[in-house]
């Protein structure tokens, strides 16, 4: 404690005497949670924990002086880290990243702890998600340099944080991008290829069937004409072994594919866009081992689900998490994941017959993903796929949400949503072998804005299914006395299931300037929290939580 104190009165002596020369800027962030036993769902002794509290907290400094920037991010995580977290966090604190950074003209260099994606991220994405408890950043050099105008290379070497430690695997990658219009002077389209390596080396002990390097590729084209865009992105990987959640399945090496192509179009009032994506045996890991640990620890690469955002309390209740890897086992065979969703906006014109006064806003998803269709030897380990073929559908999705404003004060939005998923998808266990859940939701939505910024906000939602947990209604109540205090209450009600159990949240916010203080009691409902397609687990628990948030 007496090292941390001294710490920070070094940082804050250097933030007084540095703020002629140079500037700091940086934030605070608090999560923290009082776990309460609740019978109700069920968590009570031995599945409460002990340690009542816990708390995920972050500072994070940083001091730029003309081309240099250097920066640390401290954490703590004590006694434990939230419910659900990984568990290389409980019980630690210190210094998690740290890094210096020279930025002149077309040089980019940067030492320590850093982010990266090439391209999509189909073959490298390095990131932080403090909700999901992401955080794979490489420790290591990175290098980006602006060669021409029309050529871009990025060049990294490092390793992967997990925890406060780092991966056994060490990683380096090339990432070029070139923009082939103005390159070649074309004037009528817009066209730029990129391309990408990045290889993981880890020492097989001498093991002959582990090996030491695996290495992936990519090359992309993205293009734009007028109202159209689009774009297509290839990868392959080579051979490796099967892991899963630090077992070997299978000593037997598998090379792996993704294919991602994206086509829209977009113009006033109108835009549409399609997505196609196939993974063929695609987990790329900075240790084998970690291969489908559920809290994506040291993973490389970034392959969410591509469906619809959910934002209300029962869409977000049979959610997609992708499967883009290859199981060969008597229970359970599956290859990779093949599908696509497209987009459609459109917005009414105001003063027509529909749009009314103030127009109307129409947005249209449909998604759709099945397992590859593939043939399998359980006794040999061997699998045959087709490219696209008539696999086992794992989910499909069909949405409308409208939109529409009715005077100055009121407005509304309804949502409509019919979703089947994969039981091993949405609850765990082997996939495409258990049956669907199918169930129907409807959303209602209104908002009244009063005087003096204050606003009422309610949702009424229904989730229809003879499946899983049966029926549910929901509704949530916000009432925001001004753009700075804001009440709510919520609750999802399982009235079709065993138990009829509610899933009840009170809480409010309070913001000011750049800081914001947020408290909340209630039961969380267990299963998948996903964050841009990307998911982790959730236990069901009960508590009170609070977070603050202070940036600088």
Request: hydrophobic residues 35%.
């Amino acid at each position: 404690m007496k090292k941390l104190l001294l710490g920070f009165a070094i940082l804050y002596s250097g933030f007084i005497i540095a703020q002629d020369k140079g500037y700091f800027y940086g934030g605070f962030e608090s999560n923290s949670q009082w776990l309460l036993e609740d019978e109700g769902i069920n968590f009570v002794s031995p599945e409460f924990p002990d340690d009542q509290f816990r708390a995920n907290n972050y500072l994070q400094l940083n001091y730029n002086y003309g081309s240099f920037t250097a920066g640390v991010q401290y954490e703590s995580y004590l006694p434990n880290a939230l419910l659900g977290y990984s568990d290389v966090y409980n019980g630690e604190n210190g210094i998690a990243t740290y890094y210096l950074n020279y930025k002149k003209d077309d040089l980019d260099i940067t030492a320590g702890y850093f982010y990266e994606q090439f391209g999509s991220g189909l073959i490298l994405r390095s990131w932080e998600d403090r909700q999901l408890g992401v955080n794979n950043a490489i420790r290591g050099v990175r290098v980006n340099f602006q060669a021409t105008d029309n050529l871009d290379i990025t060049g990294l070497f490092g390793q992967q944080r997990i925890g406060f430690n780092l991966s056994e695997g060490t990683i380096q990658g090339i990432d070029a991008n070139f923009d082939l219009s103005t390159a070649l002077k074309i004037d009528f389209i817009d066209l730029s290829l990129g391309g990408s390596y990045v290889g993981r080396y880890q020492d097989n002990e001498g093991d002959p069937t582990l090996p030491d390097n695996v290495n992936a590729v990519s090359g992309r084209l993205d293009f734009v004409k007028d109202k159209l865009y689009g774009g297509v992105e290839v990868v392959a990987e080579s051979k490796d072994v099967i892991y899963n959640e630090g077992n070997l399945v299978s000593p037997k090496q598998y090379d792996g594919t993704a294919m991602q192509v994206n086509l829209g179009y977009a113009e006033k009032g109108l835009g549409v866009n399609y997505t196609f994506r196939r993974l063929e045996n695609f987990n790329f890991y900075a240790d084998r081992e970690a291969q489908g640990n559920e809290f994506n620890d040291q993973v490389l690469n970034y392959v969410p689900a591509l469906t619809k955002q959910q934002d209300y309390l029962l869409t977000n209740i049979y959610v997609y998490n992708a499967q883009p890897g290859l199981l060969i086992e008597p229970g359970e065979q599956r290859a990779g994941e093949v599908g696509s969703q497209v987009d459609v906006y459109y917005s009414i014109k105001k003063e027509s017959t529909l749009g009314g006064k103030y127009g109307t806003k129409i947005a249209a998803n449909f998604s759709y993903w099945s397992g590859l269709d593939a043939e399998y030897n359980v006794a040999n380990r061997f699998y045959e796929a087709d490219f696209i073929g008539s696999g086992p559908r794992l989910f499909r999705d069909i949405n409308v949400e409208v939109k529409k404003r009715w005077t100055k004060k009121i407005s509304s939005v309804f949502t409509f949503q019919d979703v089947i998923v994969d039981k091993g998808v949405s609850q765990g266990g082997p996939v495409g072998v258990q049956g669907d859940i199918h169930a129907t939701v409807g959303v209602a939505e209104g908002t009244y804005r009063f005087e003096n910024s204050k606003s009422m906000r309610l949702a009424l939602q229904h989730l229809w299914s003879k499946d899983d947990r049966k029926n549910w209604a929901g509704a949530t109540l916000e009432y925001n006395f001004n753009s700075n205090i804001g009440l709510y209450a919520s609750d999802s009600y399982n009235y079709g299931g065993e138990g009829e159990i509610h899933y009840y949240n009170f809480g409010g916010s309070y913001s000011k300037g750049r800081t914001r203080v947020s408290l909340n009691y209630g039961r969380q409902r267990g299963g998948l929290i996903c964050v841009g397609g990307v998911c982790r687990v959730v236990p069901e628990s009960n508590g009170l939580s609070a977070s603050i948030n202070v940036s600088f």
